[in-house]
């Protein structure tokens, strides 16, 4: 399981701080997925569904909800405050929060981060209606990411050292998991720089293990999780890639990070000890700081930040990846996150302040079908990030 692989300078150094000031929120507005919640997993169409876009505001988050009709087009449908602040990394150059998963959608909720205020929000999801059922301490500074399966709910954070805390899931409220909150020892500052933040939390299909990935370190930390939720007081560490950043499973034990630094995406296997192991080597897509990962089907689509492309991958059935088009679509907007429902693949572009959203075809190929504007661009080291779908 040992493998060798280069270690990497942050992703886009040197670029200057910027930070902002926070102020008075505004008023409420009125997949195959191998256990993915969500419905992308098919590349099929026919159901009506909602996209959420955090807009990670400083002076006060809110969600804005639009409404998915059966062809993909989005249309306006509300906004709602979280009760928390956006936040920020130093230095970042498109996506103020350096990470994947900031928003997520589980079992009929919402989860959001509130960066700026060291908070997380969980929302009752009704077709478009919001409704606000808690916000509770995030268990550290600035988180970033979340994960969740079954009753189980972890939020990374990236200030300071960074930390894991886990979260029990019931009707609706979270409660913090006795011996579930792990420092990551990163010995960042608060905010952290944004190539040395860690990047995304997620939970292994099996609910065996916690991932975090790690940008600066080049990196995955996997914690073995408890009968009750508990996390192992130490993690098993393993080389990831090139300044890795987003990733997602392909199946019970095989996952794809991205590697931003080398422009590529990677295979590893998620052994039983949770290390893991790489399986051929990295693909790279000729693109420009791939960081944020979304399956849909058979693909996977790439967010390629510095080039505002999306590429796109497979795994072919002697389990190689390959890749499938380098360009899968130019959004001229700074590509970052994305998210998933009904076999349509919706991309947040953060220079730009739009969501646009794809179908997906049976080959892989994209087309656009809607767009909506009005977003909040990135500027001044902020800017929209997080999107997630129902």
Same mark, same amino acid.
């Given at each position: ?300 689509? #790439?967010? +390629? %930040? ?6 796109? /991958?497979? *795994?072919? &059935? !002697? =389990?190689? @990846?390959?890749? $499938? ?21 919706? #991309?947040? +572009? %953060? ?6 959203? /794809?179908? *997906?075809? &049976? !080959? =892989?190929? @994209?087309?656009? $079908? ?21």
């Amino acid at each position: 399981m040992k493998r060798s692989v280069a270690l990497a300078a942050a992703l886009l150094a040197g670029l200057s701080s910027v930070g902002s000031n926070p102020g008075t929120a505004l008023a409420d507005g009125g997949g195959p997925g191998y256990h993915d919640d969500r419905k992308g997993g098919d590349n099929h169409h026919g159901d009506e569904g909602a996209v959420f876009v955090q807009t990670n505001k400083a002076e006060g988050n809110t969600i804005k909800v639009y409404d998915r009709d059966e062809d993909g087009r989005l249309t306006k449908a509300g906004e709602y405050e979280t009760g928390g602040l956006g936040g920020f990394t130093i230095g970042a150059p498109l996506d103020a929060l350096a990470s994947q998963g900031s928003l997520i959608y589980h079992k009929g909720l919402l989860f959001a981060v509130n960066a700026g205020s060291n908070t997380v929000t969980v929302f009752g999801v009704e077709g478009t209606k919001l409704h606000k059922l808690q916000v509770i301490w995030s268990g550290g500074l600035l988180p970033v990411s979340i994960a969740a399966r079954g009753d189980l709910v972890y939020v990374l954070n990236a200030g300071g050292e960074g930390s894991v805390q886990g979260f029990e899931l019931r009707k609706g409220h979270l409660s913090r998991i006795e011996d579930a909150n792990r420092s990551l020892g990163l010995h960042n500052g608060n905010p952290p720089a944004f190539g040395t933040a860690p990047a995304q939390v997620k939970i292994d299909p099996d609910s065996e293990f916690v991932l975090v990935s790690t940008k600066g370190n080049n990196v995955m930390f996997s914690y073995e999780i408890g009968r009750h939720g508990e996390l192992a007081r130490d993690p098993a560490v393993s080389d990831a890639g090139n300044t890795p950043f987003g990733f997602t499973f392909d199946s019970e034990d095989s996952l794809l990070v991205t590697e931003s630094g080398a422009n590529a995406v990677s295979r590893f296997e998620l052994e039983d000890d949770g290390t893991l192991d790489q399986v051929g080597p990295s693909v790279p897509n000729g693109q420009q700081a791939p960081c944020w990962i979304q399956r849909v089907g058979d693909y996977f689509f #790439v967010a +390629n %930040a510095g080039s505002s492309t999306i590429s796109s /991958y497979r *795994v072919d &059935d !002697d =389990g190689k @990846l390959e890749i $499938v088009k380098n360009v899968a679509a130019d959004t001229n907007g700074g590509s970052i996150d994305m998210t998933t429902s009904d076999g349509f693949l919706y #991309v947040q +572009n %953060a220079t730009a302040g739009n969501v646009q959203g /794809y179908e *997906v075809n &049976d !080959d =892989g190929s @994209l087309r656009l $079908v809607t767009t909506v504007e009005g977003l909040p661009k990135f500027e001044n080291g902020i800017g929209m990030e997080g999107i997630a779908a129902s």
